[in-house]
């Protein structure tokens, strides 16, 4: 077998019937890659609309090739983290993660970021699955140490406060700091988003949770910062494009590698997959499981094999491994594991934020130099 390489992730292109480590699928499992939900092709249109910009300029290839698309709107933590991992590209903001993903498969952008995982809140769900339905690759990552604020129009005080709005995540990194306030929470897109109705509809005694930056830009009083229930709040981001990153024996840097795979149904196979790294001393970054959605559940048959015991969902395991693609290592153990798994994909391997969480949201050399794009 052909060892994998960093530009074996275009191996992709391979149909599903395809036994490469890089695009075998499980019988009975959509490849999301080639085929597409109805409901989830955006148009160039609905784009357009989504990143407030006109068809002419998102059509412009000098526009697109200088673009990193993230979700929400200025202000918000993704464009933070998109020009700190991006500061060679324009900020594109898109109102939700699938539009940022889409904006790239369509050449809107040559960049997007997004958030993967906090840790306070957890993983972002709604990343990991738009990760196997689009063929993009990892090709970086970045963190930010993320400061909350409460804010409000000016003048008001805290006490008038009855409800406040910001993303889910934010309102659960701070939800024990807004039980004591006893408010109503309301979910919305994002931070700045929040920030951004509360400014424009003048709403009174509503408070959003965003950075001191959004409360800026949209001219409100920031009434506490620091709020949420743990001060150590890291959100870990992931870039993203349309090509592998091709990487060399000669690069200093240490590498992760991220993939994702599927189990045959029976005891011990968890343990099995992860052994391979094991047996290797390959050290796991991070584990994560999502449930299959195209083959949800899964018949566990029985020890003489004649029937099933039970039925279990079926999941999806997602991890990231320090090393690189070009380590003998890594690519050993890969093959170990396609030997046990009807469905393994190398999702990007990249160079690994050594230095997790050091910027904060509102460092003061990066908001200097965001200013401009205002």
């Known amino acids: 077998m052909e060892a994998p390489t960093a530009a074996a992730g275009r191996a992709g292109d391979a149909s599903p019937a395809s036994s490469t480590m890089f695009g075998r699928m499980p019988s009975g499992v959509v490849d999301h890659r080639l085929v ?8 160039s249109s609905l784009i357009a609309k ?5 068809m002419e300029e998102l059509s412009n290839p000098a526009y697109s090739a200088a673009k990193a698309a993230y979700q929400g709107v200025p202000g918000a933590y993704s464009e933070v983290a998109a020009r700190k991992a991006c500061p060679d590209f324009d900020p594109l903001p898109c109102d939700q993660f699938e539009v940022a993903f889409q904006a790239l498969s369509q050449w809107m952008a ?4 997004l958030p993967i995982e906090n840790s306070l809140g957890g993983s972002i769900h709604a990343v990991y699955d738009l990760l196997i339905r689009y063929r993009l690759h990892i090709i970086g990552e970045t963190s930010l140490a993320i400061n909350h604020c409460l804010v409000a129009l000016p003048g008001t005080a805290k006490g008038d406060l009855k409800r406040v709005m910001s993303h889910p995540q934010a309102l659960a990194q701070c939800d024990g700091y807004l039980r004591r306030m006893a408010v109503v929470k309301e979910a919305v897109d994002d931070t700045a988003g929040a920030a951004q109705i509360v400014a424009r509809q003048g709403l009174q005694g509503v408070g959003a949770i965003c950075s001191r930056r959004a409360a800026e830009l949209y ?46 149904p029976g005891p011990g196979q968890l343990f099995k997959a992860l052994s391979v790294f094991a047996l290797r001393d390959i050290d796991l970054a991070k584990v994560e499981s999502r ?4 083959n949800p559940i899964v018949q566990i048959p029985s020890q003489d094999g004649t029937s099933f ?16 693609l070009q380590e003998v290592r890594c690519q050993n153990a890969l093959r170990h594991l396609q030997e046990t798994a009807p469905f393994l994909r190398v999702l990007g391997s ?8 050091t910027m904060s949201s509102d460092d003061p050399g990066m908001m200097q130099n965001m200013s401009r794009y205002n």
Not at 230 to 249: A, C, G, M, Q
Not at 309 to 323: I, L, P
């Open 36 to 43: 597409a939900s109805p409901g989830s092709v955006l148009t």
């Open 50 to 54: 989504a990143a407030n910009k006109s």
């Open 110 to 113: 040559e960049r997007a970021v």
């Open 219 to 264: 001219g409100l009083d920031v009434l506490e910062e620091g709020i949420q229930d743990v001060k150590d709040n890291v959100t870990r981001f992931i870039v993203l494009s349309r090509d592998p990153l091709v990487t060399s024996e000669s690069d200093p840097r240490t590498y992760k590698t991220s993939i994702v795979f599927s189990l045959q």
């Open 291 to 294: 449930p299959m959605r195209t």
């Open 309 to 324: 015991t039970r039925q279990n969902f079926n999941y999806m395991f997602y991890v990231d491994f320090v090393g690189s």
């Open 350 to 357: 990249y160079p690994m934020d050594t230095e997790l969480g």
